[in-house]
């Protein structure tokens, strides 16, 4: 798979903050890459590099086979930005707003913009100035997406937005994605990444700690049990087996945690009354709070904090 973003040791700091410390990242061409971490972690800071917004103190970047630097008037033609921090033209209607963005991009007509903007119940003969802050939203999210632009750059695009207005964003990023198209997606929201991404960056005081696929990840991740046996249980006949953690038994009823393969376990249980078995699926904000404290655990205390 050609790579859409590459960067190379990539490092940004401020004075003695370190706002990205030595990130290499691969995104492939047609995936949805969910890019994870606190506010303060590094995310937007990657995002203004990757558009040339701001310069790196040291490594390199590449967005669409092109230098960041060198090419940077290219890569924006061809991608499409969501700011996390929007700010718009507060005096223009959003039709206003949205031909002033079409011209910029020398294009003919304003492209999806009027079939967005129905999707997501947005009134374009309305100034900027006298919408919501979820409606501003929905304009930032119509001139990112109405030129079907190859990468998307979405730096937490459901911001403000009802949940079913949420849902909807959700199926225009795996629509792009159908469409052969990039989206890198910036979020702290976990719920939203697990929906719809394919691989998982998580980035931590400007480090990147883990980039893996979504469903290698939750593999990973520890599997919750609640076990309903015929007679009471001894608490030892599941205490020393591998993999068991934080073993509860209450009567009839354990519950515990597994970490690594069920092998073991399967074959505990199987020599056991069991009457009903019953397993809870780690989610991805457990997931990211495990590699947060393993961070924590091995950290120096080095890295500040930066957007």
């Known amino acids: 798979m050609n790579a859409a973003i590459r960067t190379a040791r990539l490092t940004k700091s401020y004075g003695r903050v370190l706002a990205l410390d030595d990130v290499s990242l691969e995104v492939g061409a047609g995936e949805v890459f969910g890019f994870l971490g606190p506010n303060g972690a590094g995310k937007t800071t990657t995002i203004r590099v990757l ?74 003969s309305r100034h900027i100035r006298a919408l919501s802050r979820g409606n501003k939203q929905k304009v930032g999210l119509v001139q990112a997406l109405m030129h079907r632009p ?78 309903h046996f015929a007679d009471g249980i001894d608490p030892g006949r599941l205490r020393g087996v591998e993999g068991v953690r934080e073993l509860h038994v209450d009567g009839r009823v354990a519950r515990f945690a597994v970490t690594g393969p069920m092998d073991h376990v399967v074959k505990t249980l199987a020599n056991l009354p069991v009457v009903d078995l019953v397993s809870h699926e780690p989610d991805l904000e457990e997931i990211f709070l495990t590699y947060y404290a393993d961070a924590d655990a091995n950290t120096d205390g080095s890295a500040g904090d930066a957007a």
């Open 150 to 227: 190859e990468l998307l750059i979405l730096d937490e695009p459901t911001t403000g937005l009802d949940p079913i207005v949420q849902q909807r964003v959700h199926r225009l990023i795996l629509d792009a994605k159908a469409e052969g198209r990039t989206v890198f997606l910036s979020s702290h929201a976990l719920g939203e990444v697990e929906q719809v991404a394919d691989h998982v960056g998580i980035v931590r005081a400007g480090r990147l700690v883990a980039v893996e696929e979504v469903v290698a990840l939750k593999a990973k991740a520890m599997r919750r049990l609640e076990v």
């Open 51 to 124: 558009l040339d917004l701001i310069r790196p103190t040291r490594g390199r970047a590449e967005v669409l086979g092109l230098d960041t630097r060198a090419g940077s008037v290219e890569i924006r033609r061809r991608t499409g930005y969501l700011p996390g921090e929007l700010a718009l033209y507060e005096q223009l209607t959003g039709s206003e707003l949205l031909r002033f963005f079409a011209n910029l991009r020398d294009m003919r007509d304003l492209g999806d913009a009027a079939d967005l903007a129905d999707l997501l119940d947005l009134d374009l």
